[in-house]
């Protein structure tokens, strides 16, 4: 059965900094591009990065550009997400999720993504 497990999540004041973590297990983890979303409350789920399989592609959303760093250790089955200068409208549950094939398969939206974590909730207060 595959899994993937988020942790990490926390309240943080703005300017803070979070490292989200990702455990996949019951796949060749290696095999799989892997990509971070977010939902807030009342917005659709947007991915915020990126990652290829190899882990020598990274992506990012405009917002999150330069605060935000995606790597992957293969393993340890382990995808990060390191979060600093975080802004109030940081806050929302954060997804990772994984698809076999290229970092293009990660649509913006999710769809055709293969396995879904359950998500960690991120507050950054003001």
């Known amino acids: 059965q595959v899994q993937l497990v988020e942790s990490g999540g926390g309240l943080v004041q703005a300017g803070g900094s979070l490292r989200l973590s990702c455990v996949a297990s019951?796949?060749?983890?290696?095999?799989?591009?892997v990509g971070w979303f977010r939902q807030a409350p009342g917005k659709e789920r947007e991915v915020v990065a990126r990652?290829?399989?190899?882990?020598?592609?990274?992506q990012y959303v405009l917002s999150v550009k330069g605060r935000f760093t995606i790597s992957r250790d293969n393993a340890k089955n382990t995808v990060y997400l390191q979060m600093n200068s975080l802004k109030p409208e940081d806050t929302a549950v954060y997804y990772c999720?994984?698809?076999?094939?290229?970092?293009?398969?990660?649509?913006?939206?999710?769809?055709?993504?293969?396995?879904w974590g359950k998500g960690t909730l991120v507050t950054v207060s003001s």
């Open positions: 019951g796949l060749t983890f290696s095999d799989y591009a």
């Open positions: 990652i290829s399989w190899s882990g020598s592609t990274t």
């Open positions: 999720a994984a698809v076999g094939g290229s970092i293009a398969s990660i649509t913006p939206t999710g769809t055709g993504i293969n396995y």
